[in-house]
């Protein structure tokens, strides 16, 4: 199995700053992207930011585009989410998830922590 654990949520104000890391353990299931997806109250859970392995395919959300910076350490198994910028309706529990990238920006995440609560006040 799997394990995400996900860290460096809390509360912001608009036009501050957050990062988020996701530290993945366990046993290995081949897969070769990490990323992060969120979930605000009473909508569905959304892709935020995708990263592959050797870093040479980055993908974000267009509502993130500019503000948020997804990288990785490989050698600690880590993703980061840098959240500058932030606004109001970033607010949601983000969720670290690992699987596979596709074809045309998409990934096949099959494997998610359990969330960190971000909130941003206006």
């Known amino acids: 199995q799997v394990q995400l654990v996900e860290s460096g949520g809390g509360l912001a104000q608009a036009g501050g700053s957050l990062r988020l890391s996701c530290a993945a353990s366990?046993?290995?299931?081949?897969?070769?992207?990490m990323g992060w997806s969120r979930q605000a109250p009473g909508k569905e859970r959304e892709f935020v930011a995708g990263i592959n392995w050797a870093g040479s395919r980055i993908d974000y959300a267009d509502s993130v585009k500019g503000r948020f910076t997804i990288s990785r350490d490989n050698a600690k198994n880590t993703v980061y989410l840098q959240m500058n910028s932030l606004k109001p309706e970033d607010t949601a529990v983000y969720y670290c998830?690992?699987?596979?990238?596709?074809?045309?920006?998409?990934?096949?995440?099959?494997?998610w922590g359990q969330g960190t609560q971000v909130t941003v006040s206006s």
């Open positions: 366990g046993r290995t299931f081949g897969g070769n992207a």
């Open positions: 998830a690992a699987g596979y990238a596709e074809l045309g920006g998409r990934y096949d995440f099959r494997y």
